[in-house]
């Protein structure tokens, strides 16, 4: 398996709060990505970066922000949360940009 | 935009039955594709991807899937499946020179006894 782990795996929080979820790789990826899985809809790109502090937005992107200070970590920040940002969060790393390989999750609740 | 469409949404087969998951993608030229498994709880696992060349593609876990392009088709199969196999099935793709993935909406494989 790929070294990609997600912390916190469970938070629960309420609204208003900032949170940040945290991406940590070992694998020296390029690539790293941050989806939202919510029933029916699959999974959604939030943001992705192409490199050090290098980010752009994905389709569903308002209301999260993120940073890339080092190779290795990908923070996704939520400004502050929303009961519709209640969602499993997954971070996913690509070293060529082709097929992606995914973390464990972060189970979110926002009340 | 590219579009992914799964049309089935649930799916429920014996085991030991072979086993069919649709996928249809939108796209003008050949995509990269993808199948992706997720186990309750767990991540999403690669399962095959198709980029170009024969168009029957091997996985692992025993899956294969084939690319028609004339029917903008990656349909996913097993010829007899596990009770392990129960788990939701996501389709992707990709052109080939971006680097961000659609993801169709899931298919859920309940396997019974």
């Known amino acids: 398996d790929a070294g990609i782990t997600q912390s916190p795996r469970h938070k629960v929080t309420e609204t208003g709060t900032p949170v940040t979820l945290r991406c940590h790789q070992t694998?020296?990826?390029?690539?790293m990505y941050w989806y939202r899985q919510d029933p029916g809809h699959g999974l959604r790109l939030i943001h992705y970066s192409y490199g050090v502090k290098d980010t752009d937005k994905g389709e569903v992107s308002d209301g999260y922000s993120v940073s890339r200070s080092k190779t290795e970590d990908f923070l996704l920040t939520l400004e502050s949360a929303t009961s519709s940002q209640t969602s499993v969060y997954f971070c996913a790393i690509s070293e060529g940009g082709n097929e992606q390989f995914f973390g464990p999750g972060t189970r979110l609740t926002v009340l | 935009a590219q579009s992914v469409t799964q049309p089935d949404i649930h799916i429920t087969v014996s085991e030991g039955a072979s086993l069919e998951l649709r996928c249809n993608y939108s796209y003008g030229a050949t995509p990269y594709l993808f199948w992706y498994v997720q186990s309750p709880g767990q991540g999403l696992q690669l399962l095959l991807k198709?980029?170009?060349?024969?168009?029957l593609v091997q996985g692992i876990k025993g899956f294969e899937a084939e690319f028609k392009r004339s029917q903008s088709s990656f349909n996913l199969r097993k010829p007899s499946v596990h009770w392990s196999d129960a788990a939701e099935y996501f389709c992707?793709?990709?052109?080939?020179?971006?680097?961000?993935?659609?993801f169709g909406a899931g298919t859920t494989v309940t396997v019974r006894a």
């Open positions: 694998e020296n990826h390029r690539y």
């Open positions: 992707a793709s990709k052109h080939s020179n971006d680097y961000k993935l659609s």
């Open positions: 198709y980029f170009s060349g024969d168009t």
